[in-house]
């Protein structure tokens, strides 16, 4: 109830300078992806309306979503509500880096950090490498890994593009022969709202941005 209350006088005071308010989200790690070249579109086509922009998980994302308190959520677990509605946006490649093993052959599951980030990667995980399922150590968060893989060394996954930049930054390598693992990602929207012209501009300024990263 707070929260919905705090959104209104938002809101309000928002209209009284602005012609219009957005409130968008994406999940956790997209920071350096995906945000910035939406947040960049967004002041483009939006140039008369107030933008908050915030990173989170997927379940507040959508619980955020069906309290009104976003209006437009980046997320790669949707949960299936009838006032809802999910599009995929794209698909994000994550490969596998090293600071030890050049070679899959190579990796060893004592310093291995198994990728426990979403469950479709660690569903894709388990059926491409089955041997590396039982490691020690496991991780939920992305930052985490990184932060381990630069404290101590090893061997985890990473978004392809975070990959690339720790292994010029860092003494490691993209593993050869380990599988390329795949994220969906989808767009949620209030599905009575998903025709009002500020979300199909902001989805659309969203679509700019993914297109920006993949050429």
Same mark, same amino acid.
């Given at each position: 109830?707070?929260?919905?209350?705090?959104?209104?006088?938002?809101?309000?005071?928002?209209?009284?300078r602005?012609?219009?308010?957005?409130?968008?989200?994406?999940?956790?790690?997209?920071?350096?992806?995906?945000?910035?070249?939406?947040?960049?579109?967004?002041?483009?086509?939006?140039?008369?309306?107030?933008?908050?922009?915030?990173?989170?998980?997927?379940?507040?994302?959508?619980?955020?979503?069906?309290?009104?308190?976003?209006?437009?959520?980046?997320?790669?677990?949707?949960?299936?509500?009838?006032?809802?509605?999910?599009?995929?946006?794209?698909?994000?490649?994550?490969?596998?880096?090293?600071?030890?093993?050049?070679?899959?052959?190579?990796?060893?599951?004592?310093?291995?950090?198994r990728?426990?980030?979403?469950?479709?990667?660690e =569903?894709?995980?388990?059926?491409?490498?089955?041997?590396?399922?039982?490691?020690?150590?496991?991780?939920?968060?992305?930052?985490?890994?990184?932060?381990?893989?630069?404290?101590?060394?090893?061997?985890?996954?990473?978004?392809?593009?975070?990959?690339?930049?720790?292994?010029?930054?860092?003494?490691?390598?993209?593993?050869?022969?380990?599988?390329?693992?795949?994220?969906?990602?989808?767009?949620?929207?209030?599905?009575?709202?998903?025709?009002?012209?500020?979300? =199909? =501009?902001?989805?659309?300024?969203?679509?700019?941005?993914v297109?920006?990263?993949?050429?």
């Amino acid at each position: 109830m707070l929260s919905t209350w705090s959104q209104a006088r938002h809101d309000v005071r928002a209209f009284n300078r602005f012609e219009g308010s957005l409130r968008v989200a994406a999940q956790v790690g997209m920071t350096r992806s995906i945000l910035p070249g939406w947040l960049e579109m967004l002041l483009q086509v939006l140039p008369r309306s107030s933008i908050h922009v915030e990173s989170d998980y997927s379940p507040q994302m959508i619980s955020d979503l069906s309290l009104g308190n976003l209006d437009i959520a980046v997320v790669y677990a949707p949960r299936y509500l009838p006032e809802i509605t999910y599009d995929q946006l794209m698909v994000e490649e994550y490969v596998m880096v090293s600071t030890t093993a050049r070679r899959l052959c190579d990796v060893s599951p004592d310093s291995y950090i198994r990728p426990g980030y979403t469950v479709a990667l660690e =569903k894709a995980h388990a059926e491409a490498l089955p041997n590396l399922t039982a490691c020690r150590l496991s991780m939920g968060s992305e930052t985490l890994a990184d932060n381990m893989l630069r404290r101590a060394g090893g061997t985890c996954y990473m978004r392809a593009e975070d990959a690339r930049r720790f292994a010029a930054e860092r003494p490691s390598h993209i593993v050869e022969q380990a599988p390329t693992l795949h994220q969906p990602v989808y767009t949620a929207v209030l599905a009575r709202r998903r025709h009002e012209p500020i979300i =199909k =501009k902001g989805v659309r300024a969203l679509h700019l941005a993914v297109m920006s990263l993949e050429s």
